[in-house]
């Protein structure tokens, strides 16, 4: 099978059962890149994003060296976690897309976790 074929399963798996246990809180969506991760918390009932980060954001450019690594993402989740708990959000459930639970995606949760979100 090819690889996107294989991901897009991942994917998939990943959001039914997020749905399953959701109980309509807010999911954080992950996407990286080689060179950046990016962030968003997403409210599917009503299908808007509440908060969002990123490795390119303003904040965190001019502080970062490099943008693609894990103490990166670690400062995402904290930026990430920051505005969430502004609008008023603590619980989320992380949805982690296809990629495996480690690396910059654990860094970026643990980050989240750091700056105030539960999930």
Request: glycine residues 10%; without cysteine; aromatic residues 6%.
């Amino acid at each position: 099978m090819k690889r996107e074929t294989l991901f897009d399963r991942r994917k998939r798996r990943t959001r039914a059962n997020l749905r399953n246990r959701s109980d309509r809180k807010p999911r954080v969506s992950v996407f990286r890149s080689n060179n950046h991760i990016y962030a968003q918390i997403i409210d599917d009932k009503v299908g808007r994003t509440l908060a969002s980060a990123s490795s390119l954001d303003q904040e965190l450019s001019e502080k970062l060296n490099k943008s693609g690594n894990r103490e990166a993402a670690t400062e995402v989740g904290k930026l990430l976690a920051e505005r969430a708990v502004g609008a008023g959000i603590t619980k989320v459930i992380f949805d982690r897309g296809g990629y495996r639970f480690h690396g910059r995606v654990k860094a970026l949760a643990d980050g989240a976790r750091e700056g105030g979100l539960s999930f």
